[in-house]
């Protein structure tokens, strides 16, 4: 069994900053890839940003600058500390990990529940 459970959504002001956590937990030998992905009301869910288990990033051109993603691999943990926080950053934030439970599987996809962020304005 594996779980992904995301913390730290909330509400805070235009400008502000907010820092998500995500931890992966159970049958796990690696995780190549840590991720988070967001979906605003109405629209489909978009990436943010990700990070490899060697620590190359991607994010998407809308966070560049305000958020970064890091993780800590000892603790099967991603981060995502977001400033600069604006409106049209509301949305749930989903932690997405792409798990190997045995060295001899291919990697699977795992999804939080997701954490609320919302940007007033």
């Known amino acids: 069994q594996v779980q992904v459970v995301e913390s730290g959504g909330g509400l805070v002001q235009a400008g502000g900053s907010l820092r998500l956590s995500c931890a992966a937990s159970?049958?796990?030998?690696?995780?190549?890839?840590m991720g988070w992905y967001r979906q605003a009301p109405g629209k489909q869910r978009e990436l943010v940003a990700t990070v490899t288990r060697g620590g190359t990033t991607n994010s998407a051109d809308s966070v560049k600058g305000r958020f970064t993603i890091s993780r800590d691999n000892a603790k099967n943990t991603v981060y995502l500390q977001m400033n600069s926080l604006k409106p049209e950053d509301t949305a749930v934030y989903y932690c997405?990990?792409?798990?190997?439970?045995?060295?001899?599987?291919?990697?699977?996809?795992?999804w939080g529940q997701g954490t609320q962020v919302t940007v007033s304005s």
């Open positions: 997405n990990a792409e798990i190997k439970p045995t060295a001899f599987v291919p990697p699977r996809s795992y």
């Open positions: 159970g049958s796990i030998f690696s995780i190549p890839a």
